[in-house]
């Protein structure tokens, strides 16, 4: 509980919050609502629109789990187009500022780097209002769009990029990265050891628990009685692609039992749908995002969950898959190089296997490993994965750390009254 009275108000800035399906905005909410149920007045600006479907349309404003969300119009115009993902990100942050600097009792701004320049919104409030700022490392720009080989490395733009970066690094009162990876790779931009945090995003796992296959809805509406389905769910990014699982599974087409299922959305969901019509292996299936209150379903109905890093984004893109399938007690087939941050998970506690981005024959040599292991034995690795979860990696212990980094210092500083 904030110490004095009147209560203060944490000002969060997230282009995507529920009921959006991105990580981001599911992760926003835990913790805006965490500290809501701590006694602060929450406040949040995000887009009027879908992240990947922008023909979703939600209230102007609203109270969710006691705080209260303000949309913003013009923020939103979908993925599918790099300029106009940047003119909804300029015109968010723009709106951002105007209503920002007039928030009430403001004693602290949260912020991630998705939008990548928010940030300069959060630094701008925080300095006319002298709040602090939280600053939450989800991914890391200007060095994803270098290892994507969008921008060279020498480029004007990216010491402009890396200059901003540091900047915000040296002002924000805390900042919070996902992994060890990233966290070096914060430190290289700029010595931040004494104010720099390490945690992983939490799993939904107050969404999620394992349904037994005999009784999952989900398995039952999609005919997957007697299959053995491996499944990549969420976000399909093009930097951790999944071309090399797609090659496998054509392969592998003729294991009756055998089928591969990929839920969710983004811009790699394009190469699932090609191979689909290209192919018609039969044992692909595609579908969107699924409610958060199916997710349970959904993820239990995979005997196995593939997740992807991308050979270059260690350290820049978090894989935050790998919580979910282990909170709903599955084994881990992570296609990405080692070490990084699922290698480490997965070798450290042994709940899966690992193939190598561009071979195919491997991944095929390995599914029908996993297609052979005894179903007594995976089920033993999908418990192992759910305590791992269960005791390190919770929402409740994770998202209750966060918090109190957002809580540090707040309570011994002066919230402007405007």
Known sequence: MPSDSPTKTLLILSQVYVPDHASVGQH??????????????????????????????YPPSEVLDGVEVLRIPLSSFGKKSIPMRLLASASFLIQCVLRGVFTRRLACVLVSTSPPMCSAAALIIAAIRGARVKYWVMDLNPDQMIAMG??????????????????????????????????????????????????????????????????????????????????????????HPVTTLLEAAVQL????????????????????????????????????YQPLAELKYSLSAADVHAVSVGTKMVGIVHPCKVYGAMAAARPLLLLGPSPCHASEII??????????????????????????????????????????????????????KFCDVLESEVNTTHASAV
């Open 253 to 288: 087409k003729h294991e009756r039992r055998l089928v591969f299922m990929f839920v969710g959305g983004g811009l790699a969901k394009m190469d699932v749908e090609r191979t689909i019509q290209q192919h018609n292996p039969g044992n692909i299936i595609s579908l969107p």
């Open 28 to 57: 926003m909410a835990d913790a805006a609502t965490e500290m809501a149920r701590r006694g602060y007045r929450v406040v949040v600006l995000a887009a009027n629109r879908g992240y990947n479907d922008p023909s979703m349309k």
């Open 150 to 239: 969008w921008i060279n490395a020498s480029s004007p733009i990216v010491k402009l990029f890396d200059w901003f970066n540091r900047m915000v690094l040296r002002r924000a009162s805390d900042i919070i990265t996902l992994d060890r990876f990233m966290a070096e790779r914060v430190l290289r931009k700029l010595d931040v050891r004494e104010k720099l945090h390490v945690m992983p995003p939490w799993p939904h796992d107050d969404h999620l628990e394992p349904v037994r296959h005999e009784d999952n809805p989900f398995r039952k509406q999609h005919n997957l009685q007697g299959k053995f389905v491996i499944m990549y769910s969420g976000n399909h990014s093009i930097v």
């Open 347 to 400: 070798e450290r506690n042994e709940i899966g296997w690992r193939i190598v981005h561009g071979d195919v024959a491997g991944a095929v040599a390995t599914i029908r490993t996993i297609l052979s292991t005894a179903p007594q034995k995976l089920a033993e690795i999908g418990r192992r994965a759910q305590r791992i979860v269960s005791t390190q990696l919770s929402k409740d212990l994770l998202c209750g």
